[in-house]
C-alpha cells in the first residue's frame, strides 16, 4: 500500500507500507533531492568538469555549463516519485544542457499517483506536462522530453540492468539498507559502479563504513560531504580518470 506524506519542507513524499520506508526523506523531500542529488551530484559534476576544462584551456560552450558537443548522461537507481529525474531535466534545460537519463526502477508508480506529488510547482510546467504523460512509454523506450533532455526507465531490477553506456553521474537512490540490504551489498555496488565514467560521480544519501569500503576497493576516491536535513553527512565518490 502507498500513502502519501508531508515531509518537514512541505513537499510530499510516498510511504511504501510493504518495505516500511519513505520514497524520500520525512525531513524535506524537495531539499534532499536538491541538496543529494542536483547539488552534491549534477551541479558538483559540471563545476568539476568546468574547472577541468578551464585549466587545460578546452572551449565551454556558450550556454555556462556543458562542454561543447557533448551531453550530460545520469544513471539512477530508484527512479521512484522521478523528483530526482524533474529537478534535474529543470535545471539542464534552463541552462541548456544535454542530458541523457537513464532510470531503474523495479516497480514503477502509476503516472496517476505521481500527478498527485506536486512536483509541479517546483519546476517548468513544459516539463511537468511532458514528464507524466511520456513517463509511461519512457518503460519501453527513451523519450524525448524537451530539446536538451530525453529519458528511458529500466524496469528491471538492479542486477538485471545492461547497457553499453557510461554515466557522468550515477544517483543511487534505494531505500535504506535497513529495508533492502540486497540493494547495498558487494554484488549490487560493483554491479552499479560498472556503468560510471573515468571521472564520473556516484553519489548516495547514505553513509556507512562498509559502503565506503566497498567503493574504496573499486577504486573510487571517496568524499564525506554534508548531507541533507536530517542527516549530519552524505557520501559522493569519484572514478578516477586513470
Known sequence: MLEFVITEDGS????NTEVGENYHSRHGALQESQHVF????????????????????????PSGGDLQGTALTILEVGFGTGLNFLLSAD??????????????????LDPGLISQTGYDQYLSASIWDRFISQYPDSLKNQVRINSFCQLQTA?????????????????????????????????????????LKPGGIFVTYAITGNLKRMLKSLGLKVEKAPGAPGKREMLRAIKPLF
Open 12 to 15: 510530499k513524499t510516498i510511504y
Open 38 to 61: 542536483l547539488n552534491s551530484g549534477l551541479i558538483k559534476f559540471l563545476d568539476k568538469r568546468e574547472f577541468t576544462a578551464n585549466e587545460n584551456n578546452i572551449k565551454v560552450s
Open 91 to 108: 535545471h539542464c534545460s534552463h541552462k541548456q544542457i544535454n542530458l541523457e537519463y537513464t532510470g531503474i526502477e523495479a516497480y514503477p
Open 155 to 195: 524496469h528491471c531490477q538492479l542486477l538485471n540492468f545492461s547497457s553499453n553506456k557510461q554515466y557522468d553521474v550515477i544517483y543511487f537512490d534505494a531505500f535504506a539498507s535497513a529495508r533492502q540490504p540486497e540493494m547495498w551489498d558487494e554484488q549490487a555496488i560493483t554491479h552499479t559502479v560498472r556503468f
